[in-house]
């Protein structure tokens, strides 16, 4: 009588382990299902901004290969004004002087074209791009601990689960024994 009572006990207990087994469970899977469709939002939001940054530094790397043909051709343009002023210069040296204004306008112009090719090449955004790919490995090891986590708790509930159930035998084969 006592062993039945505590062997219904025990069938009891593991009905209610099962059911807080289950319970945890489900709660581990909804928190990392949360989890992970809450990183790949922001997976898919940190993806969608880094190619917004793509497509702006495409932009800038034409805007700068421009900028560098400009520079390229003004500087072509000076050196053929300044040759033709030294020919100017050795057969007329009066209307050198018109030639030189244009050669120190020209001059001007490619000096602001490589202050501006300067500034277009200074591209401070890059870190932005290191910060953001640091997120998404933070983000990346973050779920990964999560899943880790959950199975560390599967496997404790299972051995859990494994060590009641066979309690639950030993005791049944022991009052089987008895009965016998």
Known sequence: ????????????RLIEAHKVAETFR???RASARETCDSQLKNFEQTIEDLEIRIRQRRKE??????????FN???????SSTNRL?????????????LITDVDSSFTALQYLGRDLKKS???????????ELKDIA???????????????????????????ERTLST???????KRQ
């Open 1 to 12: 009588m006592f062993l039945e009572a505590l062997c219904a006990e025990q069938n009891h």
């Open 26 to 28: 489900l709660h581990l």
């Open 61 to 70: 790397v034409e805007e700068i290969r421009q900028k560098s043909d400009r």
């Open 73 to 79: 051709s003004s500087m072509v343009d000076i050196q």
């Open 86 to 98: 030294l020919d100017l210069i050795e057969i007329s040296p009066d209307r050198a002087e018109n």
């Open 121 to 131: 090449l200074d591209v401070s955004s890059s870190t932005e791009i290191d910060r």
């Open 138 to 164: 933070s983000s990346v090891e973050t779920v990964r601990d999560s899943l880790d986590r959950a199975r560390k708790n599967q496997e404790e509930n299972e051995s859990v689960r494994d060590r009641i």
């Open 171 to 177: 005791i049944k084969l022991f009052l089987n024994r």
